[in-house]
């Protein structure tokens, strides 16, 4: 016969839940499919080691990328991701946001920000952001080395290494940069003066004249701008007082003696006619301009009234004399 006590001394046991071991169940499939997932992303990442600088990337130009309308924002490719774009407005107006940059882009002549516009296309924008960043590496003058990162976010692929005055000094220069680098990710490129060039290398294939043409930024052609000539600085002369002796020496070309026969016919009556040879000699004259015009009649001998008589004068100018005998 069993006491009627014993009972009450007895633990009661409870019956479990069913609805527990469900939950833990359903606890065990969540985190199975959470170190599944864990084990995707680790494999689509690969040794992508930019991978949270791609989602910050994206976040940032997400966040500026308006609803409708149209966002005015500021990109500067020196500052770090996350911190590249800066809101300026919000507006619905086109020529209004068109106006609002103009006035920002006054604020950074000469500076790397540039002042962009925004679309509701999130696609359209992170084709503005590559479009500014080649731009703000194009140089106005001569060659820029450019560092070009495959591996990182748009708006920060690019950096300036060098800058060349020449292309043989800027493909000596690739080289030297090319045997440093051991990153197949990175690539050594230069850029020219022209933008659209320089648009091409960084995009590749992905290249389409539309994307420059049809961005509501528009990018002109950057000018040239000639380097300014060094002018050297002026030489210091003492003054000094040369004094030259100027000789002048007046050369007076005379002509050579000549021996003159002039014939005088000499009459000594009125019916007599004598001739008469008269050798007149004339010399040069001087440099003082001063003639002498003298003449000497010598050895005048009369033989006979019909004879030849012979007459010397020295004259000192070409001189005509007739002489006429009485």
Known sequence: MSNPDDS?????VKEKDPHNYRKVGFSMIVISVSLVA????????????????????AQEIDAMTPKSGYAVVVFDYTQPIGAKLKLVENT??????????????????????????FDSSKQNNTNSVALS??????????????????????????????????????????QFYSSQITDPAIHIIIFGTTFEDNVKQVLGDKYTPDIIENNLNKFPQ??????????PPPVVTTNATQTTNQTTAHVITSPPVTNHTVTVPTVTNATQATNQTVVATIAPTNSTNTTNQTATSSNS?????TTNSTKTVNLSENISINSTGH
Request: glycine fraction near 4%; hydrophobic fraction near 40%; charged fraction near 20%.
């Open 8 to 12: 009450a001394d007895k633990p009661v």
């Open 38 to 57: 864990i084990g995707l992303l680790v494999w689509a990442i690969g040794d992508n080691y930019h991978f949270s600088s791609d989602i910050m990337a």
């Open 92 to 117: 619905n107006d086109l020529s209004e946001a068109q106006k609002t940059q103009a006035d920002e882009a006054q604020k950074y002549i000469g500076q790397q920000p540039q002042a962009l516009i």
């Open 133 to 174: 960043e080649v731009y703000a590496l194009t140089p106005n003058d001569g060659y820029r080395i450019v560092s070009f990162n495959t591996a990182l976010p748009v708006g920060a692929r690019l950096s300036s290494l060098k800058m060349d005055d020449r292309y043989t000094n800027a493909t000596s220069d690739v």
């Open 222 to 231: 950057k000018p040239h701008i000639a380097k300014p000539v060094v002018t």
């Open 301 to 305: 001998t009369q033989i006979n009234p």
